[in-house]
Structures are given as C-alpha cells and as structure tokens.
C-alpha cells in the first residue's frame, strides 16, 4: 500500500529552485536578526534620550525667587513715565511665560515621542527575540527537504 509520488522533471526543477530560495532565506535571517537588534537599540537610545531631558526639567526645582529677580533687575528710566515702563515690563513678563509655555510644550512632544519610540524598541524586542532562531530552523528544514529530494531522485534510477 505504499504509494509513491512520481514527478517529472520540471517539476523537479521548480522544487529544487524554489528549495535554492528558501535556503538563501534562511541563511539571510541571521543577518537581517543583528540589522533589527540595531534598530531596537537604537530606538531604545532615542526613546530614553528624548525622556531624559524631561525627567531632568521635571526634577530640577523651581527657584521662584530667582526668577523674580533676574526680570527685576532692570533699573526704571527716567526719561520714560513709570505707567509706560510697568505696561512694558508686564509685556516682558507675558512674553517670556508665553517663551517657557512653548518650551513645555516642545519638552512634552519630546516625551511623547521618547514614550512611542520605546513602546516600538519594547515591541521590536519581542518580535526579535520570537523569530530569532527561525532561520536555524528553516536550514534545518531546508537540509531535510534536500535530503528527501535527493533520495527521490536515486529512487527513479
């Protein structure tokens, strides 16, 4: 009740070049598995420097005082009424908040990104560490396959 497969020889052909492909994939697995553990690390450096700067700002203190004084520092002109230099000084005030708003808000992008590029460097990790045997495997089957075509062959003589 054994049945054999008899196949010609383009099919035979086709096996054996698509077998060729497969055996090239797998030998570029390993070599394509170090160009993703550079990306992860990469992103992970990324992620953490774009993080860092935050974290530094958010744990240095504020020294009100000192801020107070160095917009304080200016002396009143003579020449210019007092009512003109307050609604100038005031302006100076607005702006400079309005300057460190916009820096908050680029150090918050910053968090922001840092965060996805870790999320992604995390991700890619765990997709690295899942197929990073795959191509030993696939030489494997591949080796197996070769075997098995080649006793094929030899039967057919």
Not at 16 to 32: I, T, V
Request: charged share 25%.
């Amino acid at each position: 009740m054994d049945k054999r497969i008899e196949l010609s020889q383009e099919e035979k052909a086709l096996l054996e070049k698509g077998l060729a492909k497969y055996e090239k994939d797998a030998r570029r697995c390993k070599g394509m598995n170090f160009i993703l553990a550079g990306l992860v690390c990469f992103l992970f450096v990324l992620g953490i420097e774009g993080i860092s700067h935050v974290l530094n700002t958010l744990y240095t203190p504020f020294d009100q005082q000192a801020f107070i004084e160095s917009l304080g520092c200016e002396e009143i002109p003579e020449d210019v009424p007092f009512k003109y230099w307050i609604v100038g000084y005031v302006n100076k005030v607005a702006v400079i908040s309005e300057h460190n708003r916009r820096i908050g808000a680029v150090e918050q992008f910053e968090a922001c990104l840092g965060l996805i590029e870790l999320a992604f460097g995390v991700l890619g990790l765990v997709f690295l560490v899942n197929r990073w045997n795959d191509g030993k495997r696939n030489l494997v089957i591949a080796k197996v396959l070769r075997q098995h075509l080649n006793d094929f062959g030899k039967e057919d003589c």
